[in-house]
């Protein structure tokens, strides 16, 4: 007995689309779907059309900022969705996503602090880098070495209660002893930088005693 194709399911899942970052070159990618799913991406997410060993894709531009990146993927694959398309992002890209969500963020910051180290145009830019990584107390550093200590001192503790031998807790220990004097060098080393004068206050002020000779009478 035949059925009425009225019968049958409507699926409508156009095509499959993957978001994700290129471990390779750190751009955010994407992969599948058809013309109407590239509009998609270049007008929500920022993407653009490029030539690769497998065929065209998208992705979205070098420069675009860490943060705006995220943004972009998460906002396509939502338009993504709405227009029936079947779509993977990567979670780390997610800015609606949750799981794990401590641990990317501290992945993204580091990226972000890495990339303004990278972008840095003078030594006061240098300097705020710097200060992020050993600020007193707040630094990244000073943080790990808070970090470290909590991690071997009662480990010690429970090593010595016991009648073990403290070698494997007292190399962490002095690892961590060498890592805290490295991030006060790195400090003195910020603290020059923030010292520096930039090339432009320099050259404004090395201008301003020359006038011409109309205003100087």
């Known amino acids: 007995m035949s059925r009425s194709t009225d019968d049958e399911p409507t699926f409508f899942v156009l095509a499959y689309v993957t978001i994700t970052r290129d471990p390779k070159t750190q751009l955010v990618v994407a992969i599948g779907g058809d013309e109407r799913a590239e509009g998609i991406l270049q007008t929500a997410g920022g993407f653009i059309s490029a030539a690769g060993h497998r065929g065209p894709y998208q992705r979205q531009p070098h420069a675009m900022p860490v943060e705006q990146q995220r943004r972009g993927a998460t906002a396509a694959a939502h338009a993504l ?40 145009a003078d030594d006061q830019e240098v300097a705020k880098v710097l200060t992020e990584i050993a600020a007193p107390h707040d630094g990244l550093l000073p943080r790990l070495v808070q970090t470290l200590i909590s991690t071997w001192a009662p480990w010690m503790r429970r090593l010595e209660n016991t009648g073990h031998e403290l070698d494997s807790a007292e190399r962490p220990m002095e690892t961590t002893s060498r ?39």
């Open 81 to 120: 969705l709405l227009a029936g398309f079947s779509v993977h992002l990567d979670p780390t890209l997610n800015v609606l996503g949750s799981a794990d969500g401590d641990r990317q963020a501290a992945h993204r910051y580091l990226h972000q602090l890495a990339e303004r180290a990278h972008n840095a």
């Open 179 to 217: 890592l805290s004097d490295h991030a006060r060098q790195i400090e003195r080393a910020r603290n020059q930088a923030a010292r520096t004068t930039p090339p432009a206050l320099t050259t404004a002020a090395t201008a301003t005693p020359s006038q011409s000779p109309a205003r100087r009478r």
